[in-house]
T-cell receptor, first 116, second 116 residues
Framework: GAVVSQHPSRVICKSGTSVKIECRSL??????MFWYRQFPKQSLMLMAT?????????EQGVEKDKFLINHASLTLSTLTVTSAHPEDSSFYIC????????????FGPGTRLTVL | AQSVTQLGSHVSVSEGALVLLRCNYS??????LFWYVQYPNQGLQLLLK??????LVKGINGFEAEFKKSETSFHLTKPSAHMSDAAEYFC??????????????FGSGTRLQVQP
């Protein structure tokens, strides 16, 4: 149980385009989902926290107009990178908290974004 | 803000040798602590977690960690390394001030290399 999926796993896009990444909790309802960014050989940095039905809370330094997060249902959160640029190339990972999972986050497999 | 420090960005051991990955946390109040493993181009898998129930925590794949309040440490150990243990390991914390939003703060990571 407690499986989180991400789609797509890899995406390559041209500079200036927008990319949407989906994060789904497959067998549980996720009251909270987190989005992280990981640069090569570095740690995970929290970008934002999203709760179902409410606006996401962004970490300091993360542009909310650039990284649009929508948590429309208890099993789906989306991250849209708008007007992507090469510096947005990174590994994006989501995680989800269930109602009964307390502090244990379940992580998705990640999405590798490459902006040309 | 709550943080964790992982000493040693790279650790190399021989197959069958003891694995010791170090993690120290900064907090006057015992936090929630986690160890995650990440294989290349994948998401994170939880190895074990400390939630104040017991100071010695046993996890998956033969790993364990001991919470030592006097040393503010939560080092990860495994008696005998296996080739399949080669991966990136992250220590993470939910500080007492963050328990409301349950956001993780990650250490910088330690890459474990296992030599045959």
């Amino acid at each position: 149980g407690a499986v989180v999926s991400q789609h797509p796993s890899r995406v390559i896009c041209k500079s200036g385009t927008s990319v949407k990444i989906e994060c789904r909790s497959l067998d549980f309802q996720a009251t909270t989902m987190f989005w992280y960014r990981q640069f090569p050989k570095q740690s995970l940095m929290l970008m934002a926290t999203s709760n179902e039905g409410s606006k996401a809370t962004y970490e300091q330094g993360v542009e909310k107009d650039k990284f649009l997060i929508n948590h429309a249902s208890l099993t789906l959160s989306t991250l849209t990178v708008t007007s992507a640029h090469p510096e947005d190339s990174s590994f994006y990972i989501c995680s989800a908290l269930g109602v009964s999972s307390y502090n244990e986050q379940f992580f998705g497999p990640g999405t590798r974004l490459t902006v040309l | 803000a709550q943080s964790v420090t992982q000493l040693g960005s790279h650790v190399s051991v021989s197959e069958g040798a003891l694995v010791l990955l170090r993690c120290n946390y900064s907090s006057s109040v015992p936090p929630y602590l986690f160890w995650y493993v990440q294989y290349p181009n994948q998401g994170l898998q939880l190895l074990l977690k400390y939630t104040s129930a017991a100071t010695l925590v046993k996890g998956i794949n033969g790993f364990e960690a001991e919470f030592k309040k006097s040393e503010t440490s939560f080092h990860l150990t495994k008696p005998s390394a296996h080739m399949s243990d080669a991966a990136e390991y992250f220590c993470a914390v939910i500080g007492a001030a963050d328990t409301g939003r349950r956001a993780l703060t990650f250490g910088s990571g330690t890459r474990l290399q296992v030599q045959p």
